[in-house]
């Protein structure tokens, strides 16, 4: 859902009360003072990394938006290893320190989720490079988690991508939920990579290089009967 309002990210509420905890604490021991309002500082910090604001929700027929904000590192035609099929698959790099959740970019039914928590050896060199160097580690050795969704009969694979300082992936969907365009359903703490497997016959709408922004942005459309 949507809400017209600010809200916290579900993961992000542990973080915060730790945060709030450890500022609380040390103010009550050390006063107000340098440390104590860096603690404070890293707590306000959390929050708005947390943080989300309401999105506005293209209503064009057909469209695939962004799944997460970021940057377009790759649109080519590939194999979805999840479905078996040939895809369109565009890929968006999430930096560091900026807004992590993922979103739905259709509405439809989720057909299955796949968690693939990864090689250790892999989950600690991807966890040391950029995620668009990451993208040429195998997918089969990588933390990634695989979003099967039933788009008005079309399908598209949302798949999280374990990162730079990525250390978890969060992924609340389940099978048989019903996703509506722009809701979150999870997300990857500090930067990761979301590739959205398309049906072939998608257009982008974005190239290579462009930033964009979760739920507002339209990636490609797909094609609709009248």
Known sequence: MNLPYPTLAR??????????AAALLTTAALGLGMVSGL???AAMLIAGFFMHAPRHV?????????????RIERIEHARDPYTD???????????????????????????QVQYFPGTPFARELVNR??????????QSSQERSAVVIDSHGRTVTLVQVAGLL????LCHARP????TRGQRYGGVRFGSRVDVYLPI????????GDRVSATTTILATLPTTA
């Open 11 to 20: 993961e992000g509420w542990p973080m915060l009360a730790l945060s709030v």
């Open 39 to 41: 603690c404070w500082l």
């Open 58 to 70: 293209p209503s064009q027929a057909g469209a695939v938006l962004a799944p997460a904000d970021g």
């Open 85 to 111: 099929r040939e895809a369109l698959v565009i890929s968006v790099i999430m930096q560091a320190f900026r807004v992590h959740p993922s979103r739905a970019c259709v509405d439809g039914i989720v057909q």
């Open 129 to 138: 490079l950029p995620a668009s160097a990451s993208a040429s580690v195998s």
């Open 166 to 169: 990525a250390r978890r992936i």
């Open 176 to 179: 048989g939920q019903v996703l």
């Open 201 to 208: 016959d998608a257009m982008p709408r974005v190239a290579p």
